[in-house]
């Protein structure tokens, strides 16, 4: 059971009490939350902790927090990533990932990510994360365009995509030149999906498909094969033009073997494999 928000708060605020070095930012354009989460920030200056609110003119979207521990005389990092929120109601009725890690590489860019926000320094060039504003549409396109190169190359190119929306123009056109190229698409978009499927010459290797059930699907994933090699990534960010320009996003990969097979088989083959609350977007 995922932790709310309550709850994390409390114990960030415990944490600063009992003398640890505790920091938050929390952000205030929440919709329908903002009374709240100001509430929870002076909670959090009072009990010690460090709050900061974040830059004026970006909504920061990304769900991430980093815990460092002396563990046996030396430092350990873990970090825990959320497709969406740590709400107390949200959590009961929304389908979400998350991903608890003490990756190394990943923990160290966690850290730059909080140095940025914090700070407001540029971040450095990260091997791991895909970071908006800056990196996640630039990375999301060139693994797309890599997607059509093996495939014009006579290799099978394979994307699978779930996210709520789909608009962001830069994004739909490379996935246009992908179909074009031999790559097969499919796309699973709760909401709105300004990209039309199965058009005759244009979109004929896309499918795009909506699935909507008892829980409302939350979870961003992106999927990205070349032969026997695998790519995925889990994200807080809708493909949005707002999500990769205008906020503060984050997309990580799952890279434990296990694990990826997991949402590959849950997730993503489940919402495919649909015949009784999807339904498909047509040409017309």
């Excluded at 190394?104 to 540029?122: A, D, M, R, Y």
């Excluded at 999906?193 to 961003?220: K, W, Y």
């Excluded at 434990?256 to 047509?282: F, K, T």
């Amino acid at each position: 059971m995922a932790m709310t928000q309550e709850q994390v708060v409390r114990a960030l605020a415990e944490a600063a009490e009992a003398g640890k070095s505790v920091t938050a930012l929390v952000e205030l354009k929440a919709r329908f939350d903002e009374e709240r989460n100001i509430r929870w920030a002076r909670d959090l200056e009072r009990a010690g902790a460090h709050v900061v609110y974040g830059f004026l003119e970006l909504k920061t979207h990304a769900k991430v927090s980093m815990i460092v521990r002396r563990e046996g005389g030396q430092y350990r990092t873990y970090c825990h990533f959320g497709t969406g929120n740590y709400h107390p109601t949200t959590t009961k009725f929304y389908t979400d990932f998350g991903l608890l890690t003490c990756h190394p590489g990943i923990s160290q860019e966690v850290n730059e990510v909080f140095i940025h926000l914090t700070s407001l320094t540029k971040p450095h060039k990260m091997v791991h994360l895909w970071l908006a504003p800056f990196e996640l549409q630039s990375q999301i396109i060139k693994a797309i365009k890599n997607e059509a190169r093996l495939a014009k190359s006579g290799k099978p190119g394979r994307i699978i995509v779930k996210v709520n929306a789909l608009v962001d123009e830069s994004v739909i056109r490379a996935l246009y030149a992908a179909s074009a190229d031999g790559v097969k698409i499919d796309l699973i978009v709760r909401g709105a999906c300004m990209l039309p499927a199965q058009v005759p010459g244009r979109t004929d290797n896309i499918r795009v498909r909506s699935v909507i059930g008892r829980f409302l699907e939350h979870s961003r994933v992106f999927y990205f094969r070349q032969g026997e090699v695998e790519d995925l990534y889990l994200s807080s960010a809708d493909w949005m033009n707002r999500n990769m320009l205008r906020r503060v996003e984050l997309a990580w990969p799952v890279e434990d073997a296990a694990l990826r097979q997991r949402v590959i088989d849950e997730c993503l083959v489940a919402y495919l494999h649909d015949n009784v609350d999807a339904w498909s977007l047509n040409a017309d």
